[in-house]
């Protein structure tokens, strides 16, 4: 098992940047990749960005790349999701998740490729 706990949500103005947090216990050495996840309400789960906890590789989806930075710290088995340029339209509950399959990356756009999720953090970003 693998537990995950995000924190660094709240309320931001537009143009505003904020970091997430998403602290990994238990089994962590078994998770392949970790993922940031979104959504909004009234709408599906949105990929927002992943890393692949031993290379460090990164992609993002389109709408983020250049805004937001997924990095990780080994030694503390956290990921980071640090957003720059918040538009209100980035107001969701984000989510971390773990994968512990080997994935392609374009499988890890995907939600259903994830085994561990954390409970959530909310961003709301004011216009």
């Known amino acids: 098992q693998v537990q995950l706990v995000e924190s660094g949500g709240g309320l931001v103005q537009a143009g505003g940047s904020l970091r997430l947090s998403c602290a990994a216990s238990?089994?962590?050495?078994?998770?392949?990749?970790m993922g940031w996840f979104r959504q909004a309400p009234g709408k599906e789960r949105e990929f927002v960005a992943v890393?692949?906890?031993?290379?460090?590789?990164?992609a993002y989806a389109d709408s983020m790349q250049g805004r937001f930075t997924i990095s990780r710290d080994n030694a503390k088995n956290t990921v980071y999701l640090e957003m720059n340029s918040l538009k209100p339209e980035d107001t969701a509950v984000y989510y971390c998740?773990?994968?512990?399959?080997?994935?392609?990356?374009?499988?890890?756009?995907?939600?259903?490729?994830?085994?561990?999720w954390g409970q959530g953090t909310q961003v709301t970003v004011s216009s």
């Open positions: 998740a773990a994968a512990t399959r080997i994935l392609s990356t374009a499988s890890l756009f995907r939600p259903g490729s994830y085994n561990y």
């Open positions: 238990g089994r962590t050495f078994s998770s392949y990749a």
């Open positions: 890393i692949r906890w031993s290379v460090g590789s990164t």
